[in-house]
T-cell receptor
């Protein structure tokens, strides 16, 4: 959805570098998520935030940190990138809990290569 | 922790053949969602199932939620080349509800014209 944007779309970096992936949404949703996608492993949750003051670790948070700067912005940082963090990263949003409001809307993804 | 297993990982079919992907959870789910990701694209929501034994249809796609709310399936009748992509199920745990979705590994469908 154009309502969820991610920058950059592609990034090549070197081992040990700090990088930030940014996500913005205009859907007015409270909930935001960061996933990584690897072949054969599906989508794995890194961090999620249910509102500006709420940050939670997902199943694979080690080596990552996040910041929820505003309702519309949720950034993912790799403090010291390593090659096994090479993956496709998706940001997603959802409205809240209950019924159709749990539908997740994904951004276009950021393809990250760590050399 | 909770796992959602999806099989098969890959499926190649001839155009016009049927296709089914299966999703199984280790715990009871409150609901299950299905997403489709076209090659080079991002996951897009298809449908949500909530009730035990629920069946929903979208044109050639039929979605089922098991009676025990631990499994689900997506069946495509008479596949077309436009069906190509990866299909993900995503379940929400019923107990201790944290609001998170747990995604299956996905089934990648290739359709030969």
């Amino acid at each position: 959805d154009a309502d969820v944007t991610q920058t950059p779309r592609n990034r090549i970096t070197k081992t040990g570098k700090r990088i930030m992936l940014e996500c913005s949404q205009t859907k007015g949703h409270d909930r935001m998520y960061w996933y990584r996608q690897d072949p054969g492993l599906g989508l794995r949750l890194i961090y999620y935030s249910f509102d500006v003051k709420d940050i939670n670790k997902g199943e694979i948070s080690d080596g990552y940190s996040v910041s929820r700067q505003a309702q519309a912005k949720f950034s993912l940082s790799l403090e010291s990138a390593i090659p096994n963090q090479t993956a496709l990263y998706f940001c997603a949003t959802s409205e809240t809990s209950g019924g159709a409001r749990e539908t997740q809307y994904f951004g276009p993804g950021t393809r990250l290569l760590v050399l | 922790g909770q796992q959602v297993m999806q099989i098969p990982q890959y499926q190649h079919v001839q155009e016009g053949e049927d296709f089914t992907t299966y999703c199984n959870s280790s715990t009871t789910l409150s609901n299950i969602q299905w997403y489709k990701q076209r090659p080079g694209g991002h996951p897009v929501f298809l449908i949500q199932l909530v009730k035990s034994g629920e069946v929903k249809k979208q044109k050639r796609l039929t979605f089922q939620f098991g009676e025990a709310k631990k499994n689900s399936s997506l069946h495509i009748t008479a596949t077309q080349t436009t069906d190509v992509g990866t299909y993900f199920c995503a379940g929400k745990r019923q107990s201790g509800n944290t609001g998170k979705l747990i995604f299956g590994q996905g089934t990648t469908l290739q359709v030969k014209p």
